[in-house]
């Protein structure tokens, strides 16, 4: 019998810090997916958003923290030890290089990030690079997510959409789209109340709040 290719999970984030909602996203995704790994891809100067509040090793260490003791979860620092934006299509186009042509990669995201597909860099190139898997995070439903959508991304929704059984037969070029338990955690949520002095603790793993401390963080 031939073997089933392995899916490799991509998911790239500001994670400043990352909390339980990235977590339980990329967790929810790899079963769901039956993913062999999910990669994290901490951003270095993120192309599309204000300049995160604390440093790229910072966040990197945070991400390396959450994710101890999950074999499926690994880190990716190239964004990082990067001086320039890291462009998403930069990026996969060397998880591509380095995997294989044949390798099936599925980039996982929030329905707010893909809301936002459309302005990044070549984005239309994604495709040909990768997968991507959507999970509906709180307040987003699909009918008005659908709506809120420009229309050249609906269109690439419509001809792209398929069940989670699909992204095996290619390597790149399909769109799933999954429901996952509502966690409405926001890192910006997260920042605020570290600088007004509340604690965060249940929002994020303890190992996690223990370095925003040891570090001062976000005070
Ligand atoms: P911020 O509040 O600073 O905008 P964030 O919490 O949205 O940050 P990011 O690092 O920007 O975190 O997000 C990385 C990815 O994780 C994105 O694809 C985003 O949609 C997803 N994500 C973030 N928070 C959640 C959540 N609570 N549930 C599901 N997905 C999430």
């Known amino acids: 019998m031939a073997e089933e290719p392995v899916l490799t999970g ?48 910072h966040r990197l260490e945070m991400v390396r923290r959450a994710i101890a003791g999950n074999s499926r979860f690994t880190l990716d620092q190239r964004e990082v030890n990067k001086s320039t934006p890291g462009y998403a299509v930069d990026t996969l186009g060397e998880l591509r290089a380095e995997l294989g042509a044949d390798a099936p990669l599925c980039l996982l995201m929030g329905a707010d990030a893909f809301l936002g597909l459309n302005s990044w860099r070549r984005w239309e190139a994604l495709f040909d690079l990768a997968h991507i898997a959507v999970a509906l995070r709180p307040g987003f439903f699909r009918d008005s997510w659908e709506e809120a959508m420009g229309e050249a991304l609906r269109r690439q929704l419509a001809r792209r959409e398929q069940a989670v059984d699909g992204l095996r037969r290619a390597s790149a070029g399909g769109i799933v789209v999954q429901e996952m338990t509502p966690l409405d955690i926001s890192a910006t949520r997260i920042r605020r109340q570290l600088r007004r002095g509340a604690s965060p603790r249940y929002l994020l793993p303890d190992a996690v709040l223990a370095y925003i401390r040891d570090n001062r963080l976000y005070s």
Do not use: K, M, Y
């Open 10 to 57: 991509i998911l790239g984030g500001t994670f400043d810090p990352v909390h339980f909602g990235h977590l339980r996203l990329a967790q929810e995704l790899a079963e769901r997916l039956a993913l062999a790994e999910v990669r994290f891809v901490p951003s270095g100067v993120p192309p599309h958003r204000a300049p995160p509040a604390v440093s790229p090793v």
